[in-house]
């Protein structure tokens, strides 16, 4: 079991012609990912050459529109490899096909085009799963990613993971790489995002293979404050946390767009304390914060 993802998701690329996207969609083929084709009006009705996990050589269709792609090879799921400033009108493409699921890895896209993309998703009823924008996307290890997550971190297993961060997703994978888990999702940073750190709560609690769940934060807004309040209210498997930032100056925007610390408000302290009062154990530091979910885990 998984969530989001899974082995038999069909999976095309948005901008696959393009130097991330051709990068990005080799890897994700080594990772076992099933990718039917890619979007590029400018090359349709080309197609792409790349390898499968299995060595195989394969071509992938290009196609001229997502609900083309969509019509001709049954595809759920796409990934954003879409410049900024081309990003939002991709992005709506994919909703107005009614894709399942949209993992936007692109970085740099305005807010205003973020807070118009996501607002046209909920007006058509929310029947396209958003994932990011600015994010490392989704992992279902040993069967697909659909994003730019190192695949040969770690396994299958029982630990599932949700995270602002790219590069604390990676490290917290490493650090739980014997354990495996059954996904990872990095959800991204920016102030305005798709799927938060509760809808992925809510499914890694549906899920019967997640046994533990990770969850990594970061100073700036409330997210974190509100997920401990659906924990407290709705999650019965054991969560640890972690929340970068300890360090950071007041008042600092730090990485990350969503990172802006106003008073106490947003602080990591004040996020830490939202989530052990609901019952969540939080690391000082990733390591830390590997070892609680190894007890956790052990204690359930």
Same mark, same amino acid.
């Given at each position: 079991m998984s969530i989001f993802l899974n082995g038999q998701s069909k999976v095309i690329v948005q901008g696959i012609t393009g130097g991330e996207g051709t990068k990005h969609t080799a890897l994700m083929l080594k990772a076992g990912t099933n990718i039917v084709g890619g979007v590029n009006a400018r090359k349709a009705g080309t197609t792409v050459s790349h390898v499968?996990?299995?060595?195989?050589?394969?071509?992938?269709?290009?196609?001229?529109?997502? $609900?083309?792609?969509?019509?001709?090879?049954? $595809?759920?799921?796409?990934?954003?490899?879409?410049?900024?400033?081309?990003?939002?009108?991709?992005?709506?493409?994919? @909703?107005?096909?009614?894709?399942?699921?949209?993992?936007?890895? !692109?970085?740099?896209?305005?807010?205003?085009?973020?807070?118009?993309?996501?607002?046209?998703a909920c007006a058509l009823g929310n029947r396209t799963r958003i994932i990011g924008p600015n994010c490392p996307g989704v992992i279902t290890p040993g069967e697909a990613l659909a994003g730019i997550t190192p695949a040969t971190i770690t396994g299958p297993g029982p630990v599932g993971l949700v995270s602002k961060s790219g590069t604390l997703t990676y490290q917290m994978m490493y650090e739980l790489k014997d354990l495996g888990f059954s996904t990872a999702i990095g959800i991204g940073g920016d102030p305005v995002i798709g799927t938060t750190h509760i809808d992925a709560l809510a499914a890694f609690e549906a899920d019967p293979a997640t046994k533990a @769940?990770?969850? @990594?934060?970061e100073i700036g807004g409330d997210a974190e404050e509100r997920a401990a309040e659906f924990i407290k209210a709705n999650v019965t498997k054991p969560v640890v946390g972690?929340?970068?930032?300890?360090?950071?100056?007041?008042?600092? !925007?730090m990485g990350h767009a969503g990172a802006i610390v106003s008073g106490s408000s947003g602080t990591a302290q004040a996020k830490k304390e939202a989530l052990e009062a609901a019952g969540?154990?939080?690391?000082? !530091?990733?390591?830390? !914060? $590997?070892?609680?979910?190894r007890e956790a885990l052990a204690a359930s």
């Open positions: 499968t996990k299995d060595g195989a050589a394969v071509e992938l269709p290009v196609f001229a529109t997502v $609900a083309e792609a969509m019509e001709k090879t049954g $595809a759920d799921v796409s990934v954003v490899f879409v410049p900024p400033a081309f990003a939002k009108d991709a992005v709506i493409e994919a @909703i107005d096909a009614g894709i399942g699921l949209l993992v936007v890895i !692109t970085e740099g896209i305005p807010v205003q085009d973020s807070a118009e993309f996501w607002a046209h @769940i990770v969850m @990594i934060g972690y929340v970068a930032g300890f360090t950071a100056p007041e008042g600092k !925007t969540v154990r939080v690391g000082k !530091t990733p390591s830390q !914060t $590997a070892q609680l979910l």
